[in-house]
């Protein structure tokens, strides 16, 4: 079982290795499970790709980047939904909407396993940020969907969509001025030499969903088949302390690495999620079952206030 994803020695890293562990538990050798960061499968696209028509086995990332799949993938990362880390990761894992979630792509090769919460969105830049003004004119990385470009369409800003690997370089030859992305992840791949410059906006959280190959998937006996679930499944649930844990180390590691955290005067802060908050309701609004998607993640996430 060939398993990728695009980063290096963060959250999705240490859940690929979580459920290798329970997976090698349950199926008792009977499943290889090979792990791949770092984009050595290729990028999320094509690792996408690969796991709908089953040259690999499965796929770890964040959702947006499946959007193309299922445009019903990116309701996750709306702004201004969840309050904290902690609300994020009751929501996503309450039974009805998770097995909603997990369910999308179905019909399009994939099978949803887990999902759980890297970090708080953050932006990361070449120059300083402090005043929502300081966005304007920027062209800053995002993921490739409708909810990421226009937050930073309302910013002021241009969105390019581009896959991890290409980031560092681009902001290294000045092709871009930033990115929106999550503080570990920049951590673990020394983008503090590029740009040194994070302004915590955490206007949403952005997780990460772990899809098998359908067609792989449906070729096992049942037993394997409740193993590869199951473990996914429980390996979400483990890694979220984790990955909370790591966040925080990483703040420093940023700091001391002579990286700069700054946040956004608070009635500016205020006005930034003012901006932000329609987005995810008026995207969703094009799909009627995104919007019944996103219905029902607001509603459940009211729950867990």
Do not use: C
């Amino acid at each position: 079982m060939k398993i990728g994803t695009a980063t290096l020695n963060d959250a999705q890293h240490e859940w690929m290795k979580i459920f290798a562990r329970l997976v090698d538990a349950q199926a008792k050798g009977r499943i290889k499970v090979e792990i791949y960061p770092s984009s050595q499968l290729g990028s999320i696209p094509r690792m996408v790709e690969g796991t709908q028509f089953g040259s690999i086995q499965a796929v770890v990332a964040p959702p947006e980047f499946l959007s193309g799949v299922d445009t019903r993938f990116e309701i996750i990362g709306a702004p201004g939904v969840f309050r904290d880390v902690a609300q994020a990761t009751a929501t996503i894992q309450d039974p009805a909407f998770n097995r909603e979630f997990l369910s999308i792509g179905a019909n399009k090769g994939l099978k949803g396993i887990g999902i759980f919460v890297n970090a708080p969105a953050i932006f990361n830049t070449r120059s300083r940020v402090e005043h929502l003004k300081d966005f304007a004119g920027q062209k800053l990385r995002v993921f490739a969907s409708p909810i990421q470009t226009e937050q930073i369409r309302k910013l002021g800003a241009t969105a390019v969509p581009m896959s991890l690997g290409e980031v560092l370089p681009a902001l290294q030859q000045g092709t871009i001025d930033g990115l929106m992305s999550v503080l570990p992840v920049l951590t673990a791949m020394r983008f503090y030499d590029a740009a040194k410059y994070i302004i915590e906006t955490d206007q949403a959280m952005v997780t990460v969903v772990s899809v098998v190959s359908k067609i792989w998937f449906d070729k096992l006996p049942g037993d394997l088949q409740t193993a590869v679930a199951e473990a996914g499944a429980v390996a979400s649930v483990e890694v979220a302390p984790w990955a909370v844990n790591f966040a925080r180390q990483q703040r420093e590691a940023w700091t001391a690495a002579g990286g700069v955290l700054t946040k956004l005067p608070s009635a500016e802060e205020a006005e930034f999620m003012t901006m932000l908050r329609p987005i995810g309701a008026e995207v969703s609004a094009r799909n009627p079952q995104a919007k019944a998607l996103f219905d029902l993640l607001v509603k459940t996430a009211a729950t867990k206030a």
